[in-house]
């Protein structure tokens, strides 16, 4: 299959890939004259491939993340739960379609699933407002946070997001509130919620649908509190240093897996979720459903003290003792 | 606010006789005017001309809303620690270091407890001069750990916010302090206790969209600018003219996000009002 977006650093492997694809047009005239050397290319290329993505720089990852082939929110509802219906609106403004959610099942049990939601095409993309919520997202998303609740259904959330947008009836409809209430609720709510960045986990609009009891990460996904463009911008004074702040920012997974950020990385397939979506989806939902086990047996009370401590526990810093 | 220097004031014959010294004059960055300094303090540092309201410092904010000598600082030792490593243009070691000296603070935020108007209160404030009262582990944990306080002693919360949002070279440990302070004020919430929020100018980012929009009551000094993104940021993304008085504290009492704007004269006497109103035992 040949993929129509290769990034920059992949440059070596397209190579590769287009020699295969000649060699196969060529071959469906006869029988195999080139089997064995389009073995070879395809072995060669899965090899180069793994190797490449074995040491991504941070900026790199970021491209990953935000690839444009990347299963999306909605692919992965569609494939790891069945029965989604989606549920619209905040009942106060409007229905945002940055964001999307619904109830499903998994497995069978009834479960609530939610997240932000990117555009495959332009048309789609504007109407997804590539991924950036308004406040009436993060409204949608509490009042379904909410329903599931009142129905003791656990939540799991996906995060897909460049962040909260900047823009005027965002302010004005007081996105900060939004966000905010969010995240006071969510520590509250009395059932399970696993949420997983599934590729931009972009700053507040990330985190307001983000404060679970398991924090899950794609192994390509990236998570901060500003994207490398915003965060060069203003400490270097200069857009273009994005990759040196992508490497101090440590937005890549298993940074924030040591940080205690996140519970988990989900495994990738070689070269990405979108090269073999259902390998994504299939190690994706093995990660849900044992995270949901282990929270099942903890009571509400014992399950919300837990989401406090987590939470509570994060940060550095030192105090040292009077003399 | 900004200190004029020596050489500003020092090349004309009639500052030679009257011999103005340093830092005597401020002057005020909204409507230009010049000002005595002791005039500007006697004022709580607004402008007489205009009624803009200076930033001030942490300790500056206390002093004018605490009762006398009821003021204890807590929390005071907690430092800020580079756990990342990070570097930009400079060394975030470095600028810790530096802030400190300039400001003479461990961090950006000032908690403790006093009584306001002879009601007790957890109560903290920003000092913006540190690190553009930027929000990182420190200031996060000194404000769990205050609205914690309040919960066990059955007093509420008074959070004066001047921030630019999180402190990025903290990077996602500062977003995860959204998360915890909003978490603790849940539990306060729980608790039936108050929570006053004031924002002053200027009041963004992360410090917003968490609990600076959580108060029970939000109040807002005149002209404070409040918001999640910064005008600069918003202008530059919608490429069209940002409307009159955007993001200022009018403004945002006109689409209904704050409940009231107080000037910093009557600060001390509505927050204990409010406070009394909320917390007060009937019965
Ligand atoms: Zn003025």
């Known amino acids: 299959m040949v993929y129509r977006h290769w990034l920059e650093f992949e440059k070596p492997v397209e190579e590769i890939e287009k020699k295969i694809e000649e060699l196969k047009a060529f071959q469906s005239e006869g029988p195999s004259r080139h089997a064995d050397e389009i073995a070879k290319l395809e072995k060669k290329a899965k090899n180069l491939l793994k190797d490449i993505y074995s040491r991504l720089t941070p900026s790199q990852v970021t491209q990953v993340a935000r690839h444009p082939d990347r299963p999306y929110t909605l692919d992965y509802i569609q494939n790891i739960f069945e029965d989604f219906m989606e549920l619209h609106g905040d009942r106060c403004f409007k229905d945002d379609p940055a964001i999307v959610g619904g109830i499903a099942r998994l497995e069978g049990a009834p479960v609530l699933v939610l997240g932000q939601q990117k555009g495959r095409n332009t048309k789609d993309k504007v109407l997804r407002n590539f991924g950036m919520p308004h406040p009436e997202g993060y409204r949608k998303a509490l009042r379904l946070m909410e329903l599931a609740e009142r129905f003791r259904r656990p939540i799991f959330t996906f995060i897909d997001t460049p962040g909260a947008y900047p823009g005027i009836g965002a302010e004005e409809r007081g996105q900060s509130e939004a966000i905010a209430t969010n995240l006071m609720a969510m520590s509250r709510l009395k059932v399970p919620i696993v949420t997983t960045v599934i590729g931009e986990g972009g700053s507040g609009g990330a985190l307001a649908i983000g404060v679970a009891d398991r924090v899950l990460m794609m192994e390509f996904s990236t998570y901060s509190v500003i994207s490398p463009e915003g965060c060069a911008a203003i400490l270097w004074k200069d857009g273009t240093k994005a990759d040196l702040a992508a490497k101090a920012l440590k937005i890549e997974a298993e940074e924030l897996l040591k940080m205690g950020v996140v519970d988990k990385v989900v495994k990738e397939p070689v070269g990405g979720a979108h090269r073999e979506p259902d390998a994504a989806y299939k190690n994706l939902k093995s990660a849900l459903i044992s995270s949901l086990k282990e929270l099942s047996p903890l009571g509400q009370e014992d399950l919300i003290e837990a989401r406090y401590k987590k939470f509570r526990g994060m940060g550095v810093f030192s105090e040292p003792k009077r003399y | 606010m900004i200190w004029f220097k020596k050489d500003i004031l020092s090349n004309g014959e009639e500052s030679k006789s009257v011999k103005v010294p340093v830092g005597l004059w401020v002057k005020c960055e909204h409507c230009g005017e010049i000002i005595y300094k002791k005039e500007a303090e006697r004022n709580l540092d607004v402008c007489p001309k205009c009624n803009y309201h200076f930033r001030i410092s942490a300790l500056a904010r206390i002093n004018i809303v605490v ?140 410090v917003t969209a968490s609990f600076a929009m959580l108060g029970d009551v939000i109040v807002a000094e005149p002209r404070a600018l409040v918001g999640f993104a910064g005008p600069r940021v918003i202008a530059e993304t919608i490429r069209q003219k940002l409307p009159e008085g955007f993001q200022r504290a009018e403004y945002l009492l006109e689409h209904g996000m704050i409940d009231m704007i107080v000037e910093r004269k009557m600060m001390k006497e509505t927050l204990s009002r409010l406070l009394a109103m909320l917390a007060e035992k009937q019965g």
């Open chain 2, 67 to 206: 009762d006398e000598g009821t003021f204890v600082e807590h929390d005071p030792l907690l430092e800020p620690v580079d756990g990342l490593d990070f570097k930009d243009l400079k060394k975030y070691k470095d600028r810790i270091k530096a802030s400190q000296k300039e400001t003479g603070l461990k961090d950006s935020l000032v908690s403790g407890e006093g009584l306001i108007g002879g009601q007790r209160a957890m109560l903290a404030a920003f000092d913006f001069s540190f690190m553009g009262g930027s929000m990182g582990s420190v200031v996060g944990e000194k404000i769990a750990r205050m609205v914690e306080r309040a919960v066990e002693a059955g007093c509420g919360v008074v959070i004066f916010s001047s921030s630019g949002g999180a402190r990025m070279q903290e990077s996602i440990l500062s977003l995860m302090q959204m998360a915890k302070t909003s978490a603790a004020l849940a539990k306060l919430k729980e608790a039936g206790l108050p929570y006053i929020s004031v924002l002053t100018d200027p009041t963004m980012g992360g």
